[in-house]
Nanobody
Framework: QVQLVESGGGSVQSGGSLRLSCAAS????????KGWFRQAPGEEREGVAA???????TYGDSVKDRFTISQDNVKNTLYLQMNNVKPEDTAMYFC?????????????????????WGQGTQVTVSS
C-alpha cells in the first residue's frame, strides 16, 4: 500500500521561507513523476511543481523562481523549498506520485497523471 505523508507546513510571514517534505512508502523506484499540488478554499487543485525520476522539473507560472522541488531517492522523500512566499501561496499542499503509465502528452502538472495522494499540509502566509 502506497503511503505519502507530508510535513513542514505552518504559518509564515510574507517574504519568508518554508520547506515541505513528503515521505513515501510502499512503492519502489518508479520511472515516472512526483509532484506538489495546492488547493485554497473554493479553488481548484493546481499543480505547483513536479519532478521526474530522471531529474527533469517543471513549475507552475506563479511559483517559478521562488519554489524548488527536489527528491532524495534513497530516503524516498520529496521536498518543496518555498522562498519569498506570498499571501496568495496560502493553501493546503499535497504531494502526489505517479506509479502507472499515462499518455505521454499529459502535462506533468496535470492531476490526471497522479494516482496516489497524501493527506496534505497547510501553509498559511500572512502579510
Amino acid at each position: 500500500q502506497v503511503q505519502l505523508v507530508e510535513s513542514g507546513g505552518g504559518s509564515v510571514q510574507s517574504g519568508g521561507s518554508l520547506r515541505l517534505s513528503c515521505a513515501a512508502s510502499g512503492y519502489t523506484y518508479s520511472n515516472h513523476w512526483k509532484g506538489w499540488f495546492r488547493q485554497a478554499p473554493g479553488e481548484e487543485r493546481e499543480g505547483v511543481a513536479a519532478i521526474h525520476n530522471d531529474g527533469r522539473t517543471t513549475y507552475g507560472d506563479s511559483v517559478k523562481d521562488r519554489f524548488t522541488i527536489s527528491q532524495d531517492n534513497v530516503k524516498n522523500t520529496l521536498y518543496l523549498q518555498m522562498n519569498n512566499v506570498k499571501p496568495e501561496d496560502t493553501a493546503m499542499y499535497f504531494c502526489a506520485v505517479q506509479t502507472m503509465s499515462t499518455s505521454p502528452t499529459l502535462p506533468a502538472l496535470s492531476r490526471l497523471r497522479y494516482n496516489y495522494w497524501g493527506q496534505g499540509t497547510q501553509v498559511t502566509v500572512s502579510s
